[in-house]
């Protein structure tokens, strides 16, 4: 289920994305924006649909899927994040997927009973958030949240820790939507 | 919880109503979603915040209650269909609300084994949507929408079903984490 | 001319005020921009519709006006700012309005020429920038803008001092629409 | 003047494809208005920053460019269009840039008077509109348009024409800029 939630939620990151790119106000701002679209409708977003058609599952049928709530509940919140606020809003509200994802990824690694290789069907997984490109848009996704975070007020940055908070609360829950599924 | 929860709920169906006043394109438009947006901030709002208050709950402890992610999915995907689409798309989300409590409230009375009256304690809530000036707001809404619909090409109504379905499920999950939680 | 465009002005400020409502974050934010959109909405609209009867202009005149390129220039700048950046960047594009029409008044009042009463054919407009409506919700403005302003980096400041600058602009080329034609 | 404004309109039109990703439905749209967007982002903007340079303007200098009041009125209307509308209301906000230019170059072209080659110092500008790539996205754009006018309702067309006739009055302007500061 994940695998055709997956494509759903990589749509809806994309237009977070351009969300980003039409609220930036520099260049490069703009500039960094593009890049994380680009990323997910020239490359993930074709490598997604190549890897479901390897299972049976047709471009169509992604496209006439209906959105699990978790999927509904996550994205919309990220969306509505970057419109009610500024473009720092939004992307506290990525940062759980931007720089969780490559946290857990060093988690499972440092864990003794961690297996990988052939041996670990998630090896590829791993891999994908250990890979050069992803630490970099990873470290510089941090870097640009940390240089603002440093100018903002007690005020602010609660309404921040609000925000990254319920975008986590809700990232867990489409995690917890395939191990659910799975049991 | 949902007494709480309804709250926040009140709060985002207000900046629904909000949207629906900066995208109209005629007075006629503008007023009417300005009619919701007062109906919540001048009227509901406050009947909650009272309300809470008779319960032990104060306007503060309201301000800082986390959200439930039922309340999250709703709400938000509400919000982002109405700047993803047009008016018409914020309206249909929007009408499992606005069009569907009315609805239920004529279901619930239509049962033979509905007690009205002191004897149930939601009495006062079907009796809310038994009052003319809901049954106008609904009859209104009705006509707003099936006059647009009248125009729609085929693929644009299957566009608003998906819209209407999904906001409807949300709606439903919404209802039942009240009643997970008391059983 | 500028009496007609006015009415546009109007409508895409009621706009304005509505996505304020849209982006707040605390009921007191939320409701001080409903009551920016009801002012609007319920008072200054409809009379500016009678007055613009009185001078034989119907309403559905007024519905079918082209915008003038002042009108579009300054309303539409408003709108986008406030969907690109946060709430303050948004009152900052209304502030050469909400306050400056204030300022505006009390300079007049200050200059040994002007006439007041009857003799001028805009005593009233000058009274009504001195009324205890108006002069209430301009403080009330400058100092919720104040209040955040103090918090802001010097990066931060600048990027709203733009935005006060643009806006600035476009208000007085639309003050100059009228004058130009007048001429 | 035009050459600097340009690149603050090319910044806005980026962001309007980046509010068109944004408001996709389907895959296809979402890659289109990508399209668009990096043409922008990857191609133009990196022209014509070299091409600045070559005159003598530096990156730095482009960015804190006071933007003209025809640059302002076009874009942030464009802008506005889209958020208050669905994506066929952006698209034809964008068409008299994205089409009309093609037109302006085939009637150019059409002229007896016109030279071309390098005693037409423009020659080059009328080449890029001629150019096969250009040609093909103008081309998808308008069977993108037709293909959704087929089915609009006579209410529709009535403000989708009042979208493009504004549009293509502040496109004039934005051209006039520039002749009336050489002249």
């Known amino acids: 289920m994940n ?7 990589l749509i809806h990151f994309a237009r977070a994305y351009a969300l ?3 609220k930036s106000r520099s260049l490069a701002d703009l500039r960094q924006a593009h890049e994380g679209l680009k990323a997910i409708v020239d490359l993930e977003l074709g490598l997604h649909v190549d890897y479901c ?13 209906p959105e699990a709530r ?12 970057g419109h009610r606020g500024d473009l720092l809003d939004l992307h506290v509200a990525l940062a759980p997927c931007v720089i969780g994802y490559g946290e857990v990824a060093d988690w499972i690694n440092q864990r003794p009973t961690t297996v ?4 670990n069907p998630f090896d590829a997984w791993i891999g994908m958030y250990e890979s050069e490109e992803f630490r970099a848009a990873m470290t510089a996704e941090r870097e640009w949240i940390d240089a603002r975070l440093a100018g903002a007020t007690p005020e602010r940055f609660d309404e921040l820790v609000t ?6 609360r809700l990232e867990i ?5 395939g191990l659910e599924e799975r049991e």
Request: charged share 30%; hydrophobic share 45%; glycine share 4%.
């Open 173 to 177: 829950d489409f995690w917890a939507m």
């Open 20 to 22: 980003a790119a039409y």
């Open 163 to 168: 925000v990254f908070r319920d975008a986590t």
């Open 53 to 65: 058609r390897e299972w049976g599952i047709s471009e169509t049928e992604l496209e006439a899927l």
């Open 70 to 81: 978790a999927t509904l509940a996550y994205t919309r919140y990220v969306l509505d994040t």
């Open 3 to 9: 695998l055709k939630q997956d494509y759903l939620f």
């Open 116 to 119: 990988r290789g052939e041996a």
